[in-house]
């Protein structure tokens, strides 16, 4: 059994922010559309590598971890 297939699947939702420069694309779990962020609530942003994403596993195992 592979890594990939050992690590549970999230529900994300894709949130992109424009700049100056670009734009910025943010995954965010879980959704917005079932857990929208409240005042004083703690948010965690976790980074990827250069070339990874929200798909790698070690990325979500750690948010499998952290998230309701």
Known sequence: MS???RVPGLDFCLKLIPTEI???AVDITPPLSS???VDA???LL???GLT???HEAYVR???AKVTP
Do not use: K, M
Request: proline share 5%; charged share 5%; net charge negative.
């Open 46 to 48: 976790v980074a990827h």
């Open 52 to 54: 990874g994403g929200s």
């Open 61 to 63: 195992a750690v948010l």
């Open 41 to 43: 609530e703690n948010v």
């Open 3 to 5: 890594t990939l297939s």
């Open 22 to 24: 670009g734009v910025i």
């Open 35 to 37: 857990h929208p962020i």
